[in-house]
């Protein structure tokens, strides 16, 4: 979605006759939300095809995301200030690694695929990624706009569903373990077989203004000056 319309109580504006800075104008994003853009492949079918998978394993990339959201990236071009700056010139790459071990392990997540690869992601363990600079991670808050439509989608694929992991070890039925299916994608518990699924929630964001040229800001206290 890239045309917003602004509507506003009857009186205020006349819809027939919008005129630069009105509260009924229309205006166009410049493009697609950032961190909806997506370049993969990621059909239900990919998650239960075992045999793809294990095929695929030998030439598929790992993405290394922390517990603090952040994965390995490449700057070019100035990069943000600090773990709260957004403020860049330049385009980040995310950067992956190969993958090792026969076959994908149990915890890792199926992003999908891109021009025939696959791309997998985990939380961090330290020696996947060994000698990293810990300054050169970012994350979505830091790097989304900066990532391709590649590198935006998988990480914030990768972000979300690594986080709902964390959270869903047991199930909310009768409190058995869980372990992770369909490559990631649901999780099943050891007792009763109950199956667990990534939440979904809708979001809105809007923008207040005062039909000029002002507009509402908020900020929570823990972001810095």
Same mark, same amino acid.
């Given at each position: 979605?890239?045309?917003?319309?602004?509507?506003?109580?009857?009186?205020?504006?006349?819809?027939?006759?919008?005129?630069?800075?009105?509260?009924?104008?229309?205006?166009?994003l410049l493009g697609p939300p950032v961190l909806s853009r997506s370049?993969?492949?990621?059909?239900?079918?990919?998650?239960?095809?075992?045999?793809?998978?294990?095929?695929?394993?030998? &030439? #598929? @990339?790992?993405?290394v995301v922390?517990?603090? /959201?952040? =994965? $390995?990236?490449?700057w070019t071009g100035r990069a943000p200030d600090g773990p709260w700056g957004m403020d860049?010139?330049? &385009? #980040? @790459?995310?950067?992956?690694?190969?993958?090792? /071990?026969? =076959? $994908?392990?149990?915890e890792a997540v199926l992003l999908g695929e891109a021009n025939g690869v696959a791309y997998w992601a985990v939380r961090d363990p330290a020696e996947i990624v060994p000698g990293e600079d810990p300054v050169d991670r970012a994350d979505l808050r830091s790097a989304g706009a900066a990532l391709d439509a590649l590198g935006a989608g998988l990480l914030t694929t990768a972000v979300a569903v690594l986080n709902w992991h964390d959270?869903?070890?047991?199930?909310?039925?009768?409190?058995?373990?869980?372990?992770?299916r369909a490559a990631g994608w649901h999780r099943v518990c050891e007792a009763?077989?109950?199956?667990?699924?990534?939440?979904?929630?809708?979001?809105v964001i809007c923008l207040v203004h005062d039909g000029a040229d002002r507009v509402l800001l908020a900020r929570q206290p823990v972001w810095p000056e």
């Amino acid at each position: 979605m890239t045309n917003v319309h602004a509507v506003v109580p009857e009186g205020i504006d006349d819809p027939a006759r919008p005129s630069g800075g009105n509260a009924y104008d229309r205006f166009d994003l410049l493009g697609p939300p950032v961190l909806s853009r997506s370049a993969v492949l990621r059909d239900d079918a990919l998650r239960h095809d075992t045999e793809r998978q294990h095929a695929g394993w030998s &030439t #598929a @990339r790992m993405l290394v995301v922390d517990s603090a /959201g952040r =994965a $390995p990236v490449a700057w070019t071009g100035r990069a943000p200030d600090g773990p709260w700056g957004m403020d860049t010139d330049g &385009t #980040a @790459r995310l950067v992956t690694v190969p993958t090792s /071990g026969d =076959a $994908p392990p149990e915890e890792a997540v199926l992003l999908g695929e891109a021009n025939g690869v696959a791309y997998w992601a985990v939380r961090d363990p330290a020696e996947i990624v060994p000698g990293e600079d810990p300054v050169d991670r970012a994350d979505l808050r830091s790097a989304g706009a900066a990532l391709d439509a590649l590198g935006a989608g998988l990480l914030t694929t990768a972000v979300a569903v690594l986080n709902w992991h964390d959270t869903a070890l047991f199930c909310g039925r009768d409190g058995s373990r869980t372990h992770p299916r369909a490559a990631g994608w649901h999780r099943v518990c050891e007792a009763h077989g109950h199956e667990d699924y990534p939440r979904t929630d809708p979001a809105v964001i809007c923008l207040v203004h005062d039909g000029a040229d002002r507009v509402l800001l908020a900020r929570q206290p823990v972001w810095p000056e």
